[in-house]
């Protein structure tokens, strides 16, 4: 179990890092990577519960599907970035503000 | 291919017709070079009225297969003739806007393979990969209009909302799998209510899976994108994002709602609270919002949120209650509001949608005189705001009659009496935009008129017709289709 316990200290550790980078960073890309640091934490306990807890494969096969479709949500969320900054010059968040919620 | 394969893929007809359909549709828009977008509007709609027949076919009795990946029942085949019913109303609607491209279709029937599959999903896995099919090709519909700056914002704020509430999501799936050692959802449920039940990773783990499929469905506090990703979006796509994937997001809490349910009070935060609690602020956020909006879109967009808020009132009752009588009346009630809302918040979006493109904008000015220049819009969008207001004798108002009747019958008070409150508050905004358009005198004129009005296509007639009576009709004549959704439940 201490090693569980260590995987999951990680992940959880991961995953408030990547909430902080969302909260604070004004770069589209900067939060991206902040996303992408919670999705992997998910994955990391989905393979170490995996490996030490459930004894199946269903987590690890989890974890492929999570690399995979951060994949395809990044490269659509960068093409999204690039036509922003084609059109204001900038990939601020905090700029992006013409619709007013 | 071994017996067994070939059976389980034969349950799988309508989502292999949909990709293979799809696949017809991508080459077609490869050849053709004139009117791109009405062909594909007309093969995707020839499409999807087989797919509501191969659909309405399908055996309800099945269970699980694909290794307990997918699960045929009921509720799958009400939400894929949904699903199938409300796109085709909605490339209808987009058919006027997009006459020479094709793209926005074929995006939009490639995220209905994914509410196919999210109708059955019965893993975490094809649960997060079927929410993420309906998601990716909607962030770049939202952006579909590259060269205007507000279309790219509501695109990007689409997306980065979109990527962080399913990494909440998924640390959340990853939790309860560490507790379970499960991913398929029924055993997540047994599994918990034996071992885990009340532990604080089992509460932390369902409100983070809330608040992921909290935000396709615009649940207050995950509602942030919403009212920017409609107003920014194309307007015929934002009548499609009203209505699809939100109740993509439904049939997600649909199949979560054993694993919420399981949950027993810890802190003193029990799963009926915790339901109750996000419905209330839901309505009361949604309508208080709504009444501060010069944007006809928007407004429609905060009103949005207020039903998600209604409905999210009879998922309260079906955690309440895990089975029984009352726990059927209220999944009735859920499924009916949704097939109602279907038809009144897309005909509501395709008047605005009408209005804008022909008067040039969607801020309220815009609809002043409508009913003394356009009679037949102007009615056709009163019919529709009198019924997401909930007068009778609209299909609004029996929708609304069922969801409280089932809150009453399980006795609770105070989420009914905030729910008619709410009500109460929406009058006020709807009311606004008929009486502008009936009482005033216009301030903008429109350019090309004809003598009874806008020139309003057959497609547009049509799709007029299709949403105007069943909103009226379900108003006087619910009895069929209440009972159809009842059957699907057994």
Not at chain 2, 376 to 396: D, H, K, N, Q, T
């Amino acid at each position: 179990m201490h090693n569980l316990t260590v995987y999951l200290l990680i992940s959880a550790a991961l995953f408030l890092l990547g909430l902080l980078a969302i909260m604070t960073r004004k770069n589209a890309v900067s939060v991206l990577m902040g996303i992408e640091l919670m999705l992997n934490s998910a994955g990391l306990n989905f393979v170490a519960f995996s490996r030490f807890s459930s004894g199946n494969l269903n987590g690890q096969v989890a974890a492929l599907f999570i690399v995979i479709i951060a994949a395809a949500e990044a490269a659509v969320a960068l093409a999204i970035f690039l036509n922003l900054y084609r059109l204001k010059a900038t990939s601020d968040v905090d700029k992006a503000d013409l619709l007013q919620g | 291919m071994s017996p067994v394969t070939g059976q389980n893929l034969a349950q799988f007809t309508p989502e292999l017709a949909l990709a293979g359909g799809l696949l017809v549709l991508l080459i077609v828009d490869l050849i053709v070079r004139k009117n791109r977008g009405v062909i594909a509007a007309a093969l995707g709609g020839i499409l999807l009225v087989a797919l509501v027949f191969i659909s309405l076919a399908g055996n309800e009795k099945i269970g699980e297969y694909l290794f307990g990946a997918v699960v045929q029942d009921g509720m799958t085949l009400f939400f894929r003739v949904f699903f199938a019913a409300a796109t085709l109303v909605s490339i209808g609607i987009m058919a006027s806007t997009f006459k020479g491209e094709g793209e926005p279709f074929i995006l939009v029937l490639s995220s209905v393979i994914g509410m196919f599959l999210l109708a059955g999903s019965n893993d975490l896995i094809t649960l997060f990969v079927a929410i993420e099919m309906v998601s990716i090709p909607s962030y770049v519909l939202a952006g579909y209009r590259r060269k205007d700056p507000r279309s790219a914002e509501a695109a990007l704020k689409y997306v980065l909302y979109g990527a962080f509430s399913s990494g909440l999501m998924l640390y959340g799936f990853s939790l309860l799998y560490g507790l379970t050692g499960e991913t398929g959802l029924p055993e997540i449920a047994e599994g918990l209510i034996r071992n885990a039940s009340g532990s604080p990773a089992h509460l932390v783990g369902i409100v983070l899976i809330l608040a992921g499929v909290g935000y396709k469905i615009a649940m207050v506090p995950m509602h942030f994108w919403c009212p920017d990703v409609y107003e920014g979006s194309p307007t015929s796509i934002t009548a499609y994002f009203s209505v699809l994937p939100k109740a993509a997001g439904f049939a997600a809490l649909f199949r979560i709602v054993p694993i919420i349910a399981s949950l027993k009070p810890v802190y003193g935060i029990s799963a009926v609270g915790l339901i109750t609690l996000v419905s209330a602020l839901t309505m009361t956020f949604g309508n208080l919002g709504a009444i501060w909006q010069d944007s006809v879109k928007r407004l429609l967009a905060y009103s949005s949120i207020a039903h998600a808020g209604y409905i999210l009132m009879g998922f309260a009752v079906i955690v309440a209650l895990p089975a029984g009588e009352l726990h059927n009346l209220a999944y009735t009630a859920v499924l009916f509001y949704l097939v109602v809302y279907l038809f009144m918040n897309l005909g509501a979006f395709m008047v605005v949608d009408l209005v804008e493109r022909r008067l040039g904008g969607d801020s309220i000015g815009y609809f002043k005189g409508l009913g003394k220049h356009n009679p037949l819009p102007a009615l056709a969008l009163a019919v529709f705001l009198f019924s997401l207001a909930g007068l009778p004798p609209l299909a609004g108002f029996i929708g609304k009659f069922f969801l409280f009747a089932a809150l009453v019958k399980a006795q609770m008070w105070a989420l009914a009496i905030i729910g008619i409150a709410n009500a109460v508050v929406s009058l006020f905004y709807y009311v606004r935009i008929i009486r502008d358009m009936f009482l005033y005198d216009p301030d903008v004129v429109p350019v090309e008129q004809d003598e009874g009005g806008f020139k309003l296509g057959t497609l547009t007639s049509v799709l007029l017709l299709v949403t105007v009576v069943p909103t009226l009709l379900l108003g006087v004549y619910w009895g069929p289709l209440a009972e159809w959704i009842k059957l699907r439940l057994m």
